[in-house]
């Protein structure tokens, strides 16, 4: 046992310390027989994470600060020697305000029970994404993650109020600011929020509340041109009066994937065509809503904007529907090994993204999968990816497809999953000299010993 563990022992529980091979797997990341950590932390407020910070910088070793280990881009990766600090312990809800609207919680509490107590009293979390059950406040303000409702409220930057973080020296930098409106001086919260960990360890939160919609009006449609795609967005966004909650696309080769290797799943429309949207309108009078969704869409029917809809009719429909959008698990497993992306560009430019990738991929592999889908309504697209292996080579000439297709466009190479170690590489395809060298003199200057979450973001 290392002295470095003696001393963590006198700040936490030795029974929240785990050594060596006694770490569970779940806390190691993607390369778990590479990656031994020598310990795990597992605190319970502030000032125990203040304590290890500190010990960690006198001593120059690197820590990973991990939430509910539900990204997709290696940011909570680890590596030989790493100390881990989970916030998984820093679960307290500490107050709802109906009132100001805002919620005051840990960065441990899982989105999921976040949501759950806040619509007790009527109020609604604006984030939410399909790994609600296991990621944390936490981790979503860290990455400033996106989700399905991006359209109507924004990042999860937008809904953060006011924070608490711990900075690498081991000071707790308390931003608990409740307030809408609150412009004096510099908006310290912004350091630490998209940021990764590597700037700070991210402790509370004050998260913006919003009242729960009453209606949830939801349908599927089928669309044959990306020209009518854009027409109908832009309509319905006017037309909803400000209540359009979700439009997410699926490209033909998705849908037509989850229907032929998902055979429990129930799919709306039986008619192939190029494009299927999700979309849904948040409201507060069930009936007029519904009736106001019903002519809108009738509209767009009647006037060749969609060539098909099925709307849902209760809420065993609603979760149907969005079923083919978030629980396809099942059907990308069938499709490993593979490769995910997270991309966004000017919705005016993903017809052709698309059918650019889909071109290049074909011609570099002989037996591709290209799936495309996402939050178009926000400029976001998802990609699964299967080309036959899971080889470095592989990985790379995918990458370098779709990357070079998105800085040709001006667009990012991560929309709302962030940087970690998969897309550092690519950083500088979306970010010039000038913003990269500006972000390393932040971290050196919040983080000059370099123990958090180093080789993160860039090198």
């Known amino acids: ?9 006198t700040i936490i529980e030795p029974n929240r310390i785990k050594v060596g091979d006694k770490i569970p797997i779940k806390y190691l990341g993607k390369n778990k027989s590479l990656s031994r950590a020598e310990c795990l932390l597992r605190p319970v407020n502030s000032e125990e994470v203040s304590s290890i910070l500190k010990v960690c910088n006198d001593n120059k070793r690197i820590v990973v600060a991990q939430g509910g280990m539900s990204g997709l881009v290696g940011g909570g990766d680890t590596n030989s020697g790493d ?29 999921q029970h976040a949501q759950e107590k806040v619509d007790e009293i009527d109020c609604m979390l604006p984030v939410d994404l399909g790994a609600r059950g296991s990621a ?12 399905n409702r991006v359209i109507r409220y924004g990042m999860t930057r937008y809904s953060v109020l006011g924070l608490e973080a711990v900075t690498a020296n081991g000071e707790i930098i308390s931003s608990m600011n409740r307030m809408i409106k609150n412009n004096a001086g510099y908006d310290l919260k912004q350091l630490f929020i998209g940021s990764e960990g590597s700037l700070g360890i991210i402790t509370k939160c004050v998260i913006k509340l919003y009242p729960k919609p009453n209606s949830f009006s939801t349908a599927f449609v089928g669309i044959d041109n990306f020209d009518s795609l854009k027409e109908f967005l832009t309509y319905t966004d006017k037309e909803l009066s400000g209540g359009l909650g979700a439009f997410e696309v699926m490209w033909s080769d998705y849908y ?40 809108a869409l009738g509209f767009a029917l009647n006037n060749k904007l969609i060539e098909d809809v099925v709307i849902a009719k209760s809420d065993t429909d609603r979760k149907k529907l969005w079923a083919i959008r978030e629980d396809v698990y099942e059907v990308f497993k069938k499709l490993s090994p593979i490769f995910t992306y997270d991309v966004s560009m000017p919705i005016k430019d993903m017809e052709f993204f698309a059918d650019e990738t889909k071109k290049k991929m074909g011609s570099m592999f002989k037996d591709s999968t290209t799936l495309i889908f996402g939050h178009l309504g926000d400029g976001n697209l998802h990609l699964v990816v299967s080309v036959g292996d899971d080889h470095d080579e592989s990985h790379r000439k995918v990458n370098n ?31 010039n000299k000038q913003e990269i060298d500006l972000m390393k003199t932040l971290k050196r200057s919040l983080d000059p010993n370099s123990i958090l979450n180093p080789g993160k973001i860039f090198d």
């Not at 600090?85 to 919680?105: F, G, K, Q």
């Open 1 to 9: 046992m290392t002295d470095i563990v003696d001393i963590f022992k």
């Open 83 to 111: 100390i881990i600090v989970s916030l998984e312990l820093l679960n307290t809800i500490y107050e709802i305000d109906p009132v100001d609207r805002v919620l005051i919680a840990g960065a441990g509490v899982i989105l």
């Open 136 to 147: 944390t406040l936490g981790g979503l303000i860290s990455t400033n993650a996106g989700g």
């Open 256 to 295: 037509d994937c989850v229907k032929s290797n998902y055979p429990s799943m129930q799919m709306p429309l039986t008619s192939k065509y190029k494009y299927y949207v999700l979309i849904e309108m948040l409201g507060s009078d069930p009936i007029k809503d519904q009736e106001k969704f019903t002519d």
């Open 401 to 431: 497809i779709i990357y070079g297709i998105i800085s040709d466009l001006g667009g990012s190479i991560s929309a709302e999953h962030g940087i970690g170690t998969e897309k550092k590489d690519y950083l500088k395809m979306t970010r």
